[in-house]
């Protein structure tokens, strides 16, 4: 494209005629020509936020959509049967069989340590490492934290335990977690012996 000497375009060849004639018979775009595909881009309005600053009315139009929509959906309290609500009470309370079983186990900790004290150190490292370790007097803890850390170490498992059932996994993954962090709880104790 070259520009003659009184500064107006002239085509040079046949395509910038063809080009230069696409570009000035193209319509005009429109208001009612864009919208539609402007409006097939924009997200549903049950996604749309409004900002605070919208006029009441839309607030007022926007709350009764979504009232309606509530409304529409079949409502789950309604429709329980007495059988159905202690199915589901009977079940939140049996996953707590864990902590149950822990509490009553707890009783019993004072012979399950003198059996563990007759397997020599390694015992009580195995079986009660929570009160090995708050034993130490290096962590800082008082004197009563071992006898503390004896009743209270088969609880907390068996919390973690129905936190790892409550989680989907399965029994199996429970009970490794639990010999994982014994496991993990008597190397530390004789690194701490080692050491010390």
Do not use: C
């Amino acid at each position: 494209m070259q520009a003659n000497i009184s500064g107006a375009w002239a085509p040079q060849s046949k395509e910038e005629v063809f080009h230069f004639s696409v570009i000035v018979s193209t319509p005009p775009v429109t208001y009612s020509s864009v919208m539609p595909q402007i409006a097939a881009t924009m997200p549903e309005a049950k996604y749309r936020k409004i900002s605070q600053r919208a006029p009441d009315e839309l607030r007022a139009t926007v709350l009764s959509a979504r009232e309606l929509e509530i409304s529409r959906r079949p409502s789950k309290r309604k429709s329980a049967k007495p059988a159905e609500v202690s199915k589901r009470i009977g079940s939140s309370l049996a996953s707590w069989w864990p902590v149950a079983v822990a509490l009553f186990l707890t009783g019993f900790v004072v012979d399950f340590q003198s059996v563990a004290e007759q397997f020599g150190v390694w015992g009580p490292r195995l079986a009660f490492p929570l009160v090995q370790i708050a034993a130490h007097s290096e962590i800082g803890f008082s004197a009563s934290a071992p006898h503390a850390a004896l009743y209270l170490q088969l609880p907390l498992e068996g919390l973690l335990t129905k936190i790892t059932l409550d989680r989907g996994k399965s029994l199996r993954a429970a009970i490794v977690q639990l010999v994982l962090i014994h496991g993990i709880a008597a190397a530390v104790l004789w690194l701490a012996a080692y050491k010390g």
